[in-house]
T-cell receptor, first 115, second 114 residues
Framework: AQSVTQPDIHITVSEGASLELRCNYS??????LFWYVQSPGQGLQLLLK????DTLVQGIKGFEAEFKRSQSSFNLRKPSVHWSDAAEYFCAVGFNAGNNRKLIWGLGTSLAVNP | GAGVSQSPSNKVTEKGKDVELRCDPISGHTALYWYRQSLGQGLEFLIYFQGNSAPDKSGLPSDRFSAERTGGSVSTLTIQRTQQEDSAVYLC????????????FGQGTRLTVV
C-alpha cells in the first residue's frame, strides 16, 4: 500500500544549527512530493515541491529538499535554523497512477528551536 | 475568493448535537479534501472530492460523518450526534486537480464537543 513515513516525531535544534527532516514513501513509481509547514496558530503553507527534473529543489524560507529515488526519500534541509522555524512540518506525496490524485500525508515532525 | 475559506472558525457544541462545517474552495479548483487534526497529531484524511467522480470516503471514521459538495464548489462536512472524541481541527484543502497539483489549505474549524 502507498504510505509516507516521517520517522522523527519531534526534533530540537539550536538556533543557527543545520536541520534535516526525513521523509520516506512507499510507491512503485516516482510520485509528486511536497513539504508543508504549519506554524503555531497558522494554516498549512507549502514550502516546496518536486515533480521531475533536478532532484534538489529550493523552497521558501531558505529550505531545500532532495529527492533520492534509490532511497525513496525526500528529506528537507536548512543550513541554519532560525527561531521562527519552530513549527510542525509535514511531508506529502501525490501518486500519479490512474485517476487517484489524492495526497498521502506523513504524521508530521515537530521542530523546536533552542535560542 | 483568494484562498480557501472555512466557517465557522470555532464551534463549541454539546455532545449529541449535529454540526455542519463549511468549506469554500479556491474558484476553479476541482479537487477538495477534508482532514482532521487532533491536538498534537498529524493530518487524518477524511474524504476527497475530484470533479464529478464519486468521492473517496475511505477516511470517514464512522457513519456519523458525511460530506457533500454542491455544484462542484462549496462543501459541507456534517457530523451527527457529536461525541467528545470528535473534538479536533477540521481542515479543508483544494487543488486544481491536475497531476501533482499542490493543495491549498483553509485556516480550519476548531470543533469542541462538551
Amino acid at each position: 500500500a502507498q504510505s509516507v513515513t516521517q520517522p522523527d516525531i519531534h526534533i530540537t535544534v539550536s538556533e543557527g544549527a543545520s536541520l534535516e527532516l526525513r521523509c520516506n514513501y512507499s510507491y512503485g513509481a516516482t510520485p509528486y512530493l511536497f513539504w508543508y509547514v504549519q506554524s503555531p496558530g497558522q494554516g498549512l503553507q507549502l514550502l516546496l515541491k518536486y515533480f521531475s527534473g533536478d532532484t534538489l529543489v529550493q523552497g521558501i524560507k531558505g529550505f531545500e529538499a532532495e529527492f533520492k529515488r534509490s532511497q525513496s526519500s525526500f528529506n528537507l534541509r536548512k543550513p541554519s535554523v532560525h527561531w521562527s522555524d519552530a513549527a510542525e512540518y509535514f511531508c506529502a506525496v501525490g501518486f500519479n497512477a490512474g485517476n487517484n490524485r489524492k495526497l498521502i500525508w506523513g504524521l508530521g515532525t515537530s521542530l523546536a528551536v533552542n535560542p | 475568493g483568494a484562498g480557501v475559506s472555512q466557517s465557522p472558525s470555532n464551534k463549541v457544541t454539546e455532545k449529541g448535537k449535529d454540526v455542519e462545517l463549511r468549506c469554500d474552495p479556491i474558484s476553479g479548483h476541482t479537487a477538495l479534501y477534508w482532514y482532521r487534526q487532533s491536538l498534537g497529531q498529524g493530518l487524518e484524511f477524511l474524504i476527497y472530492f475530484q470533479g464529478n467522480s464519486a468521492p473517496d470516503k475511505s477516511g470517514l471514521p464512522s457513519d456519523r460523518f458525511s460530506a457533500e459538495r454542491t455544484g462542484g464548489s462549496v462543501s459541507t462536512l456534517t457530523i451527527q450526534r457529536t461525541q467528545q472524541e470528535d473534538s479536533a481541527v477540521y481542515l479543508c484543502a483544494s487543488s486544481s486537480g491536475s497531476r501533482g497539483a499542490e493543495a491549498f489549505f483553509g485556516q480550519g474549524t476548531r470543533l469542541t464537543v462538551v
